[in-house]
């Protein structure tokens, strides 16, 4: 065997979901050069091993292609990352409350305690919302801003003085500042139907360095790491500019500090002269620039304003304005004339089927040809529409979202309606590529495993049936939606997702195996040990020993610090509340699954 075979890395001893279809379960992998070079048994693999190769012993785990999440907010979410207290996997609101006093007392003025989202109240052990009373008492002083869902915001009294709410602020366009008796705002803000008033107030908060950033960038990535994460398609989002609110990502991409691959999409930001945005974009980059681990994937998730389908399930269904029509086509005509792959955020099948029309028409004049496009959630296509995305070559990346607020569509729309949202087996059926992501981190959390105990129990992250038995998949399949299948949703199907020779070298072992733990204990898994393009990402646990060197947080009083990011259950909490004992504080964050 020549040298040129030699491998730097060799994983054995372990049980690997590959997804690989010719060879489904491996024992040993060995990476060069950031692939894979050899998938099989232990005795074959090792044998590729070269002079200064690391061997790792998995010690029996379950291994599986490292994950990737089709629809993240990683750019906007890591530069904000730091700044923010995570209620994500918290069991009870009165520990929720707990965290947020005494997160408070260590938050320098001016910044704010601020709750984004990852949470549903169905989750706490009291299945109840904070009060805004509950708010000001936990922080008389500091400005508290907590985001629900896409449907409101609660504001403790000193968020509402540094945002400046008065009794003579008048109600913004689709919002609505609740008031008391007297006229007085009470805290309370409701998106009635869209959450700009939301994400407006949200923005009147003070931001973090770009120091700041760029270390909460790094903690995000760590701690998506954490849960077997290596890749995501970064879906845009609402207040983040391009170029500027990408020179913190660039600048880690240019440094090799990535340690979770992103291909990102452009996301119009000018209501009304979102054609202008695409015609200056598709000037100045194209699709597929950058390398491995950072590039252009297209244009999307919102394309134009007036195509804005928010489900905020709270309220009824919004009716997309005459306008939209016109304002698509112009902009869906320009990007499939310059072969810009897009993706479009839909929830229901009223919308979707005007959005098709469009489509159509569009291609009718400038045919798709095979240009990559989807849309984002539509938990309530129809199989008509289902059929007509498959016949313009289209894709649905679909999300946990109901999984956070699936209660409220229950109460709105029914048990039957809600026993098939979304469609995935008929998508699937259908032959259309479909992918699994999260939509964090403003509405569910980033973990993508509540996303798969959804997929597999049908439960909500409050233990409510909402898939019914026919619409669940097997835990292959919700597997794969979130490895192998999120592929083509970069225009990297059969590139990554798989542990298969010449894939991109992504792995993840897990705290458990996946195919054998309780449909109820899925959402519980994490990595011990992430692997990316060969490089170690991650380890805890038995496998503590190769992790990467500690990062310190910056600011020192980052929420993640304190409480780390999606909490990790029961065992774990206490096994960190003996580390702190021990004074080993970043250690006792760092291995949350050190308990088998």
């Not at 984002?376 to 008509?384: C, G, I, R």
Request: charged letters at 20%.
């Amino acid at each position: 065997m020549t040298a040129s075979a030699d491998a730097d890395l060799i994983l054995f001893n372990g049980r690997i979901t590959t997804m690989d279809p010719r060879v489904p379960e491996a024992s040993a992998a060995a990476i060069r050069d950031g692939r894979f070079v050899a998938v099989g048994d232990d005795a074959d693999v090792l044998a590729r091993a070269g002079a200064g190769a690391r061997r790792i012993d998995l010690r029996g785990r379950r291994a599986i292609p490292g994950l990737i999440d089709s629809h993240l907010h990683l750019i906007r979410g890591g530069l904000t990352y730091n700044s923010e207290l995570r209620w994500d996997g918290v069991a009870s609101l009165a520990e929720a409350l707990r965290r947020l006093r005494a997160q408070a007392q260590i938050t320098p003025p001016p910044q704010w305690v601020r709750v984004v989202g990852g949470w549903s109240e169905f989750q706490f052990a009291e299945r109840r919302m904070p009060t805004l009373d509950e708010l000001n008492a936990a922080a008389p002083d500091t400005p508290v801003f907590v985001l629900h869902l896409y449907a409101q915001a609660l504001l403790n009294r000193a968020a509402l003085r540094a945002v400046g709410y008065t009794r003579d602020t008048p109600d913004p366009p689709g919002g609505v500042i609740q008031r008391d008796r007297h006229g007085e705002p009470t805290g309370l803000l409701v998106a009635k139907p869209n959450a700009w008033i939301l994400y407006a107030t949200l923005a009147k908060g003070p931001r973090l360095l770009p120091d700041e950033q760029r270390n909460s960038t790094r903690h995000f990535m760590r701690e998506l790491n954490r849960l077997g994460i290596t890749g995501a398609i970064d879906a845009g989002g609402g207040f983040q500019q391009y170029p500027e609110h990408y020179q913190i990502i660039e600048e880690l991409a240019a440094a090799r500090q990535l340690t979770v691959r992103v291909a990102y999409n452009l996301f119009t930001q000018r209501p009304g002269q979102e054609l202008d945005d695409f015609r200056q974009w598709s000037q100045a980059v194209s699709p597929g620039r950058g390398d491995d681990y950072y590039r252009l994937n297209g244009a999307g998730e919102m394309l134009v304003y007036s195509a804005a389908d928010f489900e905020d399930f709270l309220e009824p269904r919004p009716d997309l304005p005459p306008q939209m029509e016109t304002q698509l086509e112009a902009v869906v005509e320009h990007l499939v004339a310059h072969r810009w792959p897009f993706r479009l955020h839909a929830t229901y099948d009223e919308s979707i089927t005007r959005m098709l029309d469009v489509f159509e028409a569009v291609n009718r004049k400038v045919p798709f040809a095979g240009l990559r496009w989807f849309f984002d959630h539509a938990e309530t296509v129809s199989a008509k529409n289902i059929d007509r995305i498959a016949a313009l070559g289209g894709g649905i990346a679909i999300q946990h979202r109901m999984a956070y607020q699936g209660e409220h569509f229950l109460h709105r729309y029914g048990p039957e309606a809600t026993s098939d949202a979304p469609p995935v087996r008929r998508m699937l059926a259908a032959g259309i590529p479909v992918g699994g992501g999260t939509d964090a981190t403003r509405v569910a959390s980033y973990n993508p495993w509540v996303g798969l105990g959804w997929l597999v129990s049908g439960r909500s992250v409050g233990g409510t049936e909402l898939l019914g038995p026919g619409a669940r998949l097997s835990r292959e399949q919700a597997l794969r939606l979130y490895t192998a299948g999120n592929g083509w949703f970069s225009g990297e199907d059969g590139q990554r997702g798989l542990v298969a020779e010449g894939c991109l070298g992504d792995l993840a072992v897990l705290s458990d195996d996946y195919f054998a733990v309780p449909e109820a204990e899925i959402r519980d898994l994490t990595s011990v040990l992430t692997v990316v393009g060969g490089d170690v990402v991650h380890a805890s646990g038995d496998f503590g020993g190769l992790a990467p060197p500690p990062l310190p947080f910056s600011p020192d009083w980052a929420p993640p610090a304190q409480y780390g990011g999606y909490d990790p259950g029961v065992v774990a909490r206490a096994l960190r509340h003996r580390a702190h004992h021990h004074h080993h504080h970043h250690v006792g964050l760092a291995c949350p699954c050190a308990v088998f």
